[in-house]
């Protein structure tokens, strides 16, 4: 059932206004799982509500009485009793909206008990990157890569002399929790990172090299070769060179498409706007344009040495970062949690519980894991 259905159906029921239908629906889903019934007793718990401050931080009724006023009652002269039925419905459902969001945030917290939850000090609950393998797609067949590096001419060998057919195109895909290295025909290395694809040809044509980021991170070494330009297509992003070093970051739940540039020179272009990057440059391409800004470059290409370096980052990028290189899944106990920041490095073969232990020494947050899930909580 959807949420927006779920808070309709617990607001009647807390105005005393539903239906036997509605009522029978309500059931249903309190009956569908325990912890259904749990949440909604909560929900309707002035003192969890209190304790939470849910009402007083997601929602001001002051702001929402002085919206209704200006935009509501100065319209419904002699009608004050609708309107303030209006007024209330609009009030309790917000707050019960508010409510559910907060507590189904917390749902982790709330609903495991303690044993199930570990401190990441405990041996038991150290975690290292997973090691699923790659996938490498050509027509429609699909091959897992164990190794961490793979020479594309080699595979090429190996995978015809099984299959006995023509392969024309390449498609790579890094799942998260890996990296990989693909060696091309060139010469040229292409390093991925975690939770990338990229699409390649079996062997460059005529003069020109190019391929296609389809999302993701990618650290480009590029052979020089003045006849063929090398060009990396990346959603509307174009980025060519002749032999250099840069790196690309294009990940689908993020708005921005960064290119850094470490050595030589290479010219970015996303429609209409166009620029040329410098050693220590990186542009920001967006549904806005290009923008061009100074950067240490270590922090955007460590990761292709093996190593997350963290400068002044927020919390949530930070445990962004960590869930795609260690295959996580990350809860936060409040959303202002994101909002801090914090500096340090990470060597990517280390459990990622002794970097989270650097963190929580500052106390500002706590750590603590279930399996492969981190919750993130106020340090207290």
Not at 74 to 93: D, H, P, T, V, W
Not at 203 to 227: Q, S, W
Request: aromatic share 12%; hydrophobic share 35%.
């Amino acid at each position: 059932m959807e949420l927006n259905k779920i808070t309709h159906l617990i607001f009647l029921y807390y105005t005393n206004r539903i239906s036997e239908d509605e009522r029978k629906e309500l059931q249903e889903w309190l009956d569908a799982d325990p912890h259904h019934q749990e949440l909604m007793k909560r929900m309707l718990d002035a003192e969890d509500f209190s304790r939470r401050h849910a009402v007083s931080e997601l929602f001001d009724e002051n702001k929402a009485w002085y919206r209704f006023k200006k935009n509501v009652i100065n319209q419904e002269k002699g009608r004050k009793g609708k309107s303030f039925r209006l007024f209330y419905y609009y009030i309790s459902a917000a707050v019960l909206a508010a409510a559910l969001f907060l507590i189904g945030e917390t749902y982790w917290f709330s609903s495991l008990s303690k044993e199930e939850l570990l401190s990441v000090s405990s041996p038991e609950a150290q975690i290292f990157p997973s090691d699923d393998g790659v996938i490498i797609s050509y027509d429609n067949e699909r091959k897992v890569v164990q190794s961490k590096e793979l020479s594309l001419a080699d595979s090429i060998v190996y995978m015809t002399k099984i299959e006995n057919v023509a392969i024309v195109n390449y498609t790579v895909e890094v799942p998260k929790g890996n990296t990989f290295t693909l060696k091309l025909e060139d010469g040229s290395c292409i390093y991925l990172n975690s939770g990338s694809k990229i699409r390649l040809p079996k062997k460059f044509p005529g003069n020109i090299r190019e391929v296609n980021l389809c999302y993701g991170e990618a650290y480009f070494d590029v052979a020089r070769d003045t006849l063929r330009p090398f060009i990396v297509n990346t959603g509307n992003q174009r980025v060519s060179v002749l032999g250099t070093s840069f790196a690309i970051r294009a990940y689908e739940d993020e708005p921005e498409m960064l290119t850094t540039l470490v050595s030589g020179k290479v010219r970015v272009k996303s429609g209409d706007f166009e620029n040329t990057l410098t050693p220590g440059l990186q542009s920001v391409c967006s549904n806005n344009g290009i923008k061009v800004r100074k950067v240490d470059v270590s922090l955007y290409t460590a990761w292709q040495k093996g190593v997350l370096v963290f400068k002044n980052e927020s919390l949530g990028s930070i445990m962004e970062t960590l869930a795609r290189w260690y295959n996580l899944d990350v809860s936060y106990e409040s959303e202002r949690l994101k909002n801090i920041h914090f500096t340090g490095e990470l060597k990517r073969y280390q459990a990622v519980n002794e970097f989270l232990e650097k963190i929580e020494y500052l106390k500002k947050v706590r750590f603590q894991i279930k399996e492969r899930t981190i919750l993130v909580s106020t340090y207290n």
